[in-house]
């Protein structure tokens, strides 16, 4: 699934053969999606209506919709306990925004974790025992770090001198924390257990997405005409292998092991005659 945002769709594609089978239409402005396999529904963060959009992937149509606020945008699941966070709220001249708490079993907004410094964060992720949110509070350059069982902003992280912390990713096992910032661009590890940054190398500038392939021990950061690719020689040490070029503004990417693939979209947004695509490369 695939949010072309210009276009107010999402759209479908088939992994193995990279062809677009379906185009979802009825969103204002869509972001941030996840999937739901035991239910056969997508949930889809909508900007432009300032909701969450609950898709049936059968008949490829939005089914529900929770009306939320302004500044819808990020979202992130607890795979524990299913509840979808989604960043609103905030905006221009605000100096907090919220996270709206969703139980996608029930489609449900059933409370917010509220107060999160700065006017917006740009990248969450859970870890996979649903005990940790990590956030990229993106304005006042920290990482914070949110008790799912409390609910509450419980740490924060600052950035050493790097700011507009965008693409974020996990390394569970080693305790290590990636974070990736625009302005300079800086590839980020953090010690999630001391909170101290360990590692920090140049990476490609606007950048969103950010991969760990814990197999290869290897990281892909996805920004506009580049992609960035580390290697990580210990849990401390990491190395600098490639710049992969791409295209224009091909920011959002995924990466799916069991294929060996790494999706980009480019969007070419602001370019004349762009046209939206996907870009598959195969991992070695």
């Not at 969703?102 to 700065?118: E, M, N, R, W, Y």
Request: glycine letters at 8%; charged letters at 20%.
């Amino acid at each position: 699934f695939l949010a072309a945002e210009e276009h107010k769709t999402v759209e479908v594609f088939d992994l193995k053969t990279g062809e677009r089978i379906h185009i979802i239409e009825g969103f204002g402005h869509p972001l941030m999606m996840a999937y739901l396999p035991e239910q056969n529904r997508l949930i889809v963060t909508d900007g432009g209506a300032g909701a969450v959009q609950l898709v049936d992937c059968k008949k490829y149509k939005i089914i529900k919709t929770i009306k939320l606020g302004e500044g819808v945008d990020h979202g992130a699941l607890n795979p524990l306990t299913k509840y979808y966070y989604v960043e609103n709220g905030g905006g221009p001249g605000a100096s907090t925004h919220i996270l709206s708490i969703i139980d996608t079993k029930s489609f449900q907004h059933i409370g917010d974790v509220a107060g999160l410094p700065g006017n917006s964060n740009e990248g969450m992720i859970v870890d996979h025992a649903g005990k940790n949110l990590y956030v990229n509070l993106t304005g006042t350059d920290e990482v914070g770090v949110i008790d799912m069982e409390s609910g509450r902003l419980v740490s924060r992280w600052a950035l050493p001198n790097a700011h507009v912390a965008h693409a974020i990713a996990l390394d569970e096992p080693d305790h290590r924390l990636f974070v990736a910032t625009r302005n300079p661009a800086r590839f980020i590890v953090f010690n999630t257990d001391t909170t101290k940054v360990v590692s920090s190398l140049p990476c490609v500038s606007v950048n969103s997405d950010m991969w760990f392939d814990i197999s290869r021990k290897r990281i892909y950061v996805t920004g506009s005409e580049m992609a960035s690719v580390f290697s990580q020689r210990d849990a401390n040490h990491y190395e600098h292998l490639a710049e992969v070029p791409t295209a224009y503004r091909a920011k959002s990417s995924i990466f799916v092991p069991e294929l060996n693939r790494l999706y980009i979209a480019a969007s070419g947004k602001g370019k004349p005659d762009a046209k939206l695509k996907l870009l598959i490369y195969k991992v070695q």
